[in-house]
Structures are given as C-alpha cells and as structure tokens.
C-alpha cells in the first residue's frame, strides 16, 4: 500500500483553496446564487423521486426532505454548491 505523506501546512493550503481547482458552472438568471439553484433543482428531483410518497403524506417524503436539507447544509456551508 502507498502512503502519501503531504506536510499538514500544504494539505491546508489545498484544502483552503479548493475552489480554485473546482469547475464552477453559470447558473440560470432566475436564481440569487448557486445555493438558491442547487436547492431548487434538489427539490424538483426529490419530488420526482417521491411523488408518491409527497401525494400520500409518506412518512419517507419527510425522511427524504429532512435528509436533503442535511446534505444541502454541507454542500453550501463548505462553499461547494456552484460546483454541483
């Protein structure tokens, strides 16, 4: 097995500019920014995923809400939604 050894300093500085190696991808003029869209085409494909679940009142389409907005909360605190 390989082991990198990469000087914490250096992972900091790649880790703290990420972004800069990132594609970042224009969104539609409708949108304030890239957390507003991400979100927004997040919803649409949950509720085509669930629809079923939504229409009945499903105990799963509020699991599956309460999970995105979970994954979303990280996505945009770590600055990654223009990315997705």
Known sequence: MLILRVPMIELHNVINNLSEYLLVFEIPKDFINSNDYLRHIS?????KRYSK?????NVRWDEAQKRLE?????????????IF
């Open 43 to 47: 919803m649409e494909g949950l509720t």
């Open 53 to 57: 679940e939504k229409k009945t009142g």
């Open 70 to 82: 979970y994954e979303l909360g990280i996505i945009i605190k770590m600055d990654f939604s223009a």
